[in-house]
Structures are given as C-alpha cells and as structure tokens.
C-alpha cells in the first residue's frame, strides 16, 4: 500500500515563511499529480496548489505569488513553500497525491494526516 506522511508547519507571525513537506512511499507505480488543500475551521477545504506531471502548477487566487508548490521525485516528496503569510491563511494543511499502483485502472487519491499552520497578527 501506499503511505503518505506530512510534516512542517506550526505557529508563525504574519509576513513570516513556512515550508510543508509531504512524502508519499510504498508500492506506486506513478504519481500522475501532487497537491495540498487546507481547510479552516467552519470552512469547507479548498485547493490551495496543484502540481502535475507535466510540471503545470496552478494556485488559488489568494495564495497567487506567495505560495510556491515544487517536488522532489527522487524522493516522492512535494513541498509548499508559503511566504508572506497572513491570518487568513490558518488553518489545517494537507497533502494530496494522485497515484498508480497497478499498471492498469484509474490512479488513486492518498491523503496526509494534516498539519497545523497557524498565523498571528
């Protein structure tokens, strides 16, 4: 099977930087896409960055030229770099990958545990 575990984030002063890091191990076959979604309290969660194979990202409006969303594929690994960070943006991070593990069939969505990132004004 495939296991996913996340890591990064915590507590951090508006204007400051984090880095989310989120690495998927086990018997893949490809990984056809990476992304992380977060979700605030009351909120439903939302995309944040998108990451294919192709290398194509894609952000959300309000994340658009502070987060960066990059990949490690040595490692399986996909990191969210987020700057300039702002009390809007609290709330639980988590990690998606979009994986194969057979050659044939639709790939599948494995999900991190979620993180914490919290910013203070």
């Known amino acids: 099977q495939v296991q996913v575990v996340e890591s990064g984030g915590g507590l951090v002063q508006a204007g400051g930087s984090l880095r989310l890091s989120c690495a998927a191990s086990g018997n893949i076959i490809r990984t056809d896409a990476m992304a992380w979604y977060r979700q605030a309290p009351g909120n439903q969660r939302e995309l944040v960055a998108g990451?294919?194979?192709?290398?194509?990202?894609s952000y959300a409006d309000s994340v658009k030229g502070r987060f960066i969303i990059s990949r490690d594929n040595a490692k399986n690994t996909v990191y969210l770099q987020m700057n300039s960070l702002k009390p809007e943006d609290t709330a639980v991070y988590y990690c998606n990958f979009r994986i194969r593990v057979r050659l044939w069939g639709a790939p599948s969505d494995y999900w991190g545990q979620g993180t914490q990132v919290t910013v203070s004004s």
């Open positions: 990451l294919t194979g192709a290398d194509s990202t």
